[in-house]
């Protein structure tokens, strides 16, 4: 749990050797964290994007950074909220956990998440906390090789939530 952090701030800033994008299907660019991502990664990231022929929901593709301070760049797609009934807390934890398999597999060590799924897509942000958070504790239990985790929010309320989820998680390890 030591491994995890939870900061606030604009994660195109974070020097990690990794963040993760919360984009969509087609993986060309967006709103939010994602068009803020290929803004300050520059042109070459939606060119290689392209190349990538989109995504699906809960799995992640790996680029380079270009002009970020990050090497990598680990796009996922979180699931629209839809109610709850549509399968969208699995698809949510599939997204932490393939995209942190992806980092294991490409030698990451610090990697730094946005709140995926819980803005432009409208999931409920306590209960997307608690299922990132659980989620990454249990995937860090299993792989020794990422050192850190840092959750980056970006509004306060975010924080918060992660947070509490942080300091569940801490009190009840699973
Ligand atoms: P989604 O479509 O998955 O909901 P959004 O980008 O709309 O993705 O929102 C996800 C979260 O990312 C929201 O909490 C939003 O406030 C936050 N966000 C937006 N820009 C940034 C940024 N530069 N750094 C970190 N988080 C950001």
């Known amino acids: 749990m030591e491994r ?12 990690a050797d990794a963040i993760v994008n919360a984009a969509n299907k087609t993986l060309l660019g967006g709103g939010g ?17 392209i190349g990538l022929k989109g995504c699906e929901t809960g799995q992640a593709k790996i680029t380079k950074g270009y002009r970020l301070p990050a090497k990598y760049v680990i796009h996922t ?31 990451i060590k610090t990697i730094a998440f946005p709140s995926i799924s819980t ?6 942000v306590e209960r997307a906390a608690k299922i990132a958070v659980s989620g990454i504790a249990g995937f860090l239990k299993e792989h020794s090789g990422i050192d850190t985790v840092i ?24």
């Open 4 to 15: 995890i952090r939870v900061v606030l701030g604009d994660i195109t800033k974070i020097e």
């Open 151 to 174: 959750i980056v929010c970006f509004d306060k309320k975010t924080m918060e939530a992660y947070e509490k989820a942080l300091d569940e998680v801490k009190k009840n390890p699973a």
């Open 77 to 107: 797609v979180g699931p629209v909220w839809r109610g709850g009934e549509h399968n969208e807390d699995m698809l949510l934890a599939s997204c932490y956990r393939n995209s942190l398999q992806l980092a294991v597999e490409n030698g």
């Open 33 to 49: 964290v994602d068009g803020a991502i290929h803004r300050a990664a520059g042109p070459e990231l939606l060119k290689e994007c």
């Open 119 to 124: 803005g432009a897509y409208r999931f409920p």
